[in-house]
């Protein structure tokens, strides 16, 4: 069965700091990785998604990026945190059929 | 530009008995899908049901069903038989159509689901 890992589960980061981010998914193979952010009660917003390793489509400007160095490992990154970038950031993966598949999550704090 | 509307910020059921929430959407998309997670309080999403635009009967899964009206651009939510354990946020979301790249999902703002006794 698949699994779908995401760390660390919470995290506390000044503002300014950079950011690191993982998930990983074990059991399929060339999924769909995308990574959401949550805003305290709010709906998810989709930030980046993948299709294969290397190819990174970003759906909203910011100062995140997302990489794909192996096929079922998916990062989330930031040079310098803001404020705004506080939330709760989820990693989907998705394989033939249509729903996608979360992980636990990341509750980030930028102070 | 697809959009999800969940009207009911917050709704409450007694055990056992049935709940509907509600979910409309814009789309100009002829092919799409109407999905509905469960979040807990642990925070993480899990999938509930799924119907896609062309799909006949609206679907089902144990206590879950989708009231999918196509001319309505509705998919609401129906649990039957409340269960203390259904007490969470449900999101309703939609996928674009499909274009051989990833599908991508536009999620409601959700309906937080308080279940009585």
């Known amino acids: 069965s698949q699994t779908i890992h995401q760390w660390p589960a919470t995290l506390v980061q000044p503002v300014g700091s950079p950011l690191s981010l993982e998930c990983t998914v074990e059991?399929?193979?060339?999924?769909?990785l995308y990574w959401y952010r949550q805003a305290a009660g709010r709906g998810l917003q989709l930030l980046f998604y993948?299709?294969?390793?290397?190819?990174i489509s970003s759906e909203v400007p910011q100062n995140l990026s997302a990489s794909r160095p192996q096929d079922r490992q998916f990062i989330l990154s930031s040079k310098k945190l803001l404020l705004s970038d506080s939330g709760f950031y989820l990693c989907?993966?998705?394989?033939?059929?249509?729903?996608?598949?979360f992980g636990p999550g990341t509750r980030l704090t930028v102070t | 530009a697809q959009k999800i509307t969940q009207t009911q910020p917050g709704m409450f059921v007694q055990e056992k008995e049935a709940v509907t929430l509600d979910c409309t959407y814009d789309?100009?998309?002829?092919?799409?899908?109407l999905f509905w997670y469960k979040q807990p309080s642990s925070g993480e999403m899990i999938f509930l049901i799924y119907q896609g635009s062309y799909d006949e009967q609206n679907a089902t899964e144990g206590r879950y069903s989708l009231n999918f009206q196509k001319a309505r651009k509705s998919a609401n939510l129906v649990i039957s038989a409340s269960q203390l354990g259904d007490s969470a946020m449900y999101f309703c979301a939609m996928r674009e159509a499909y274009t051989g790249t990833a599908s991508k999902l536009t999620f409601g703002t959700g309906t937080r689901l308080q279940v009585t006794l």
């Open positions: 993948s299709v294969g390793i290397g190819q």
């Open positions: 989907a993966w998705r394989r033939q059929t249509y729903e996608q598949y």
């Open positions: 059991g399929t193979s060339n999924p769909n």
């Open positions: 789309t100009s998309d002829q092919s799409y899908g």
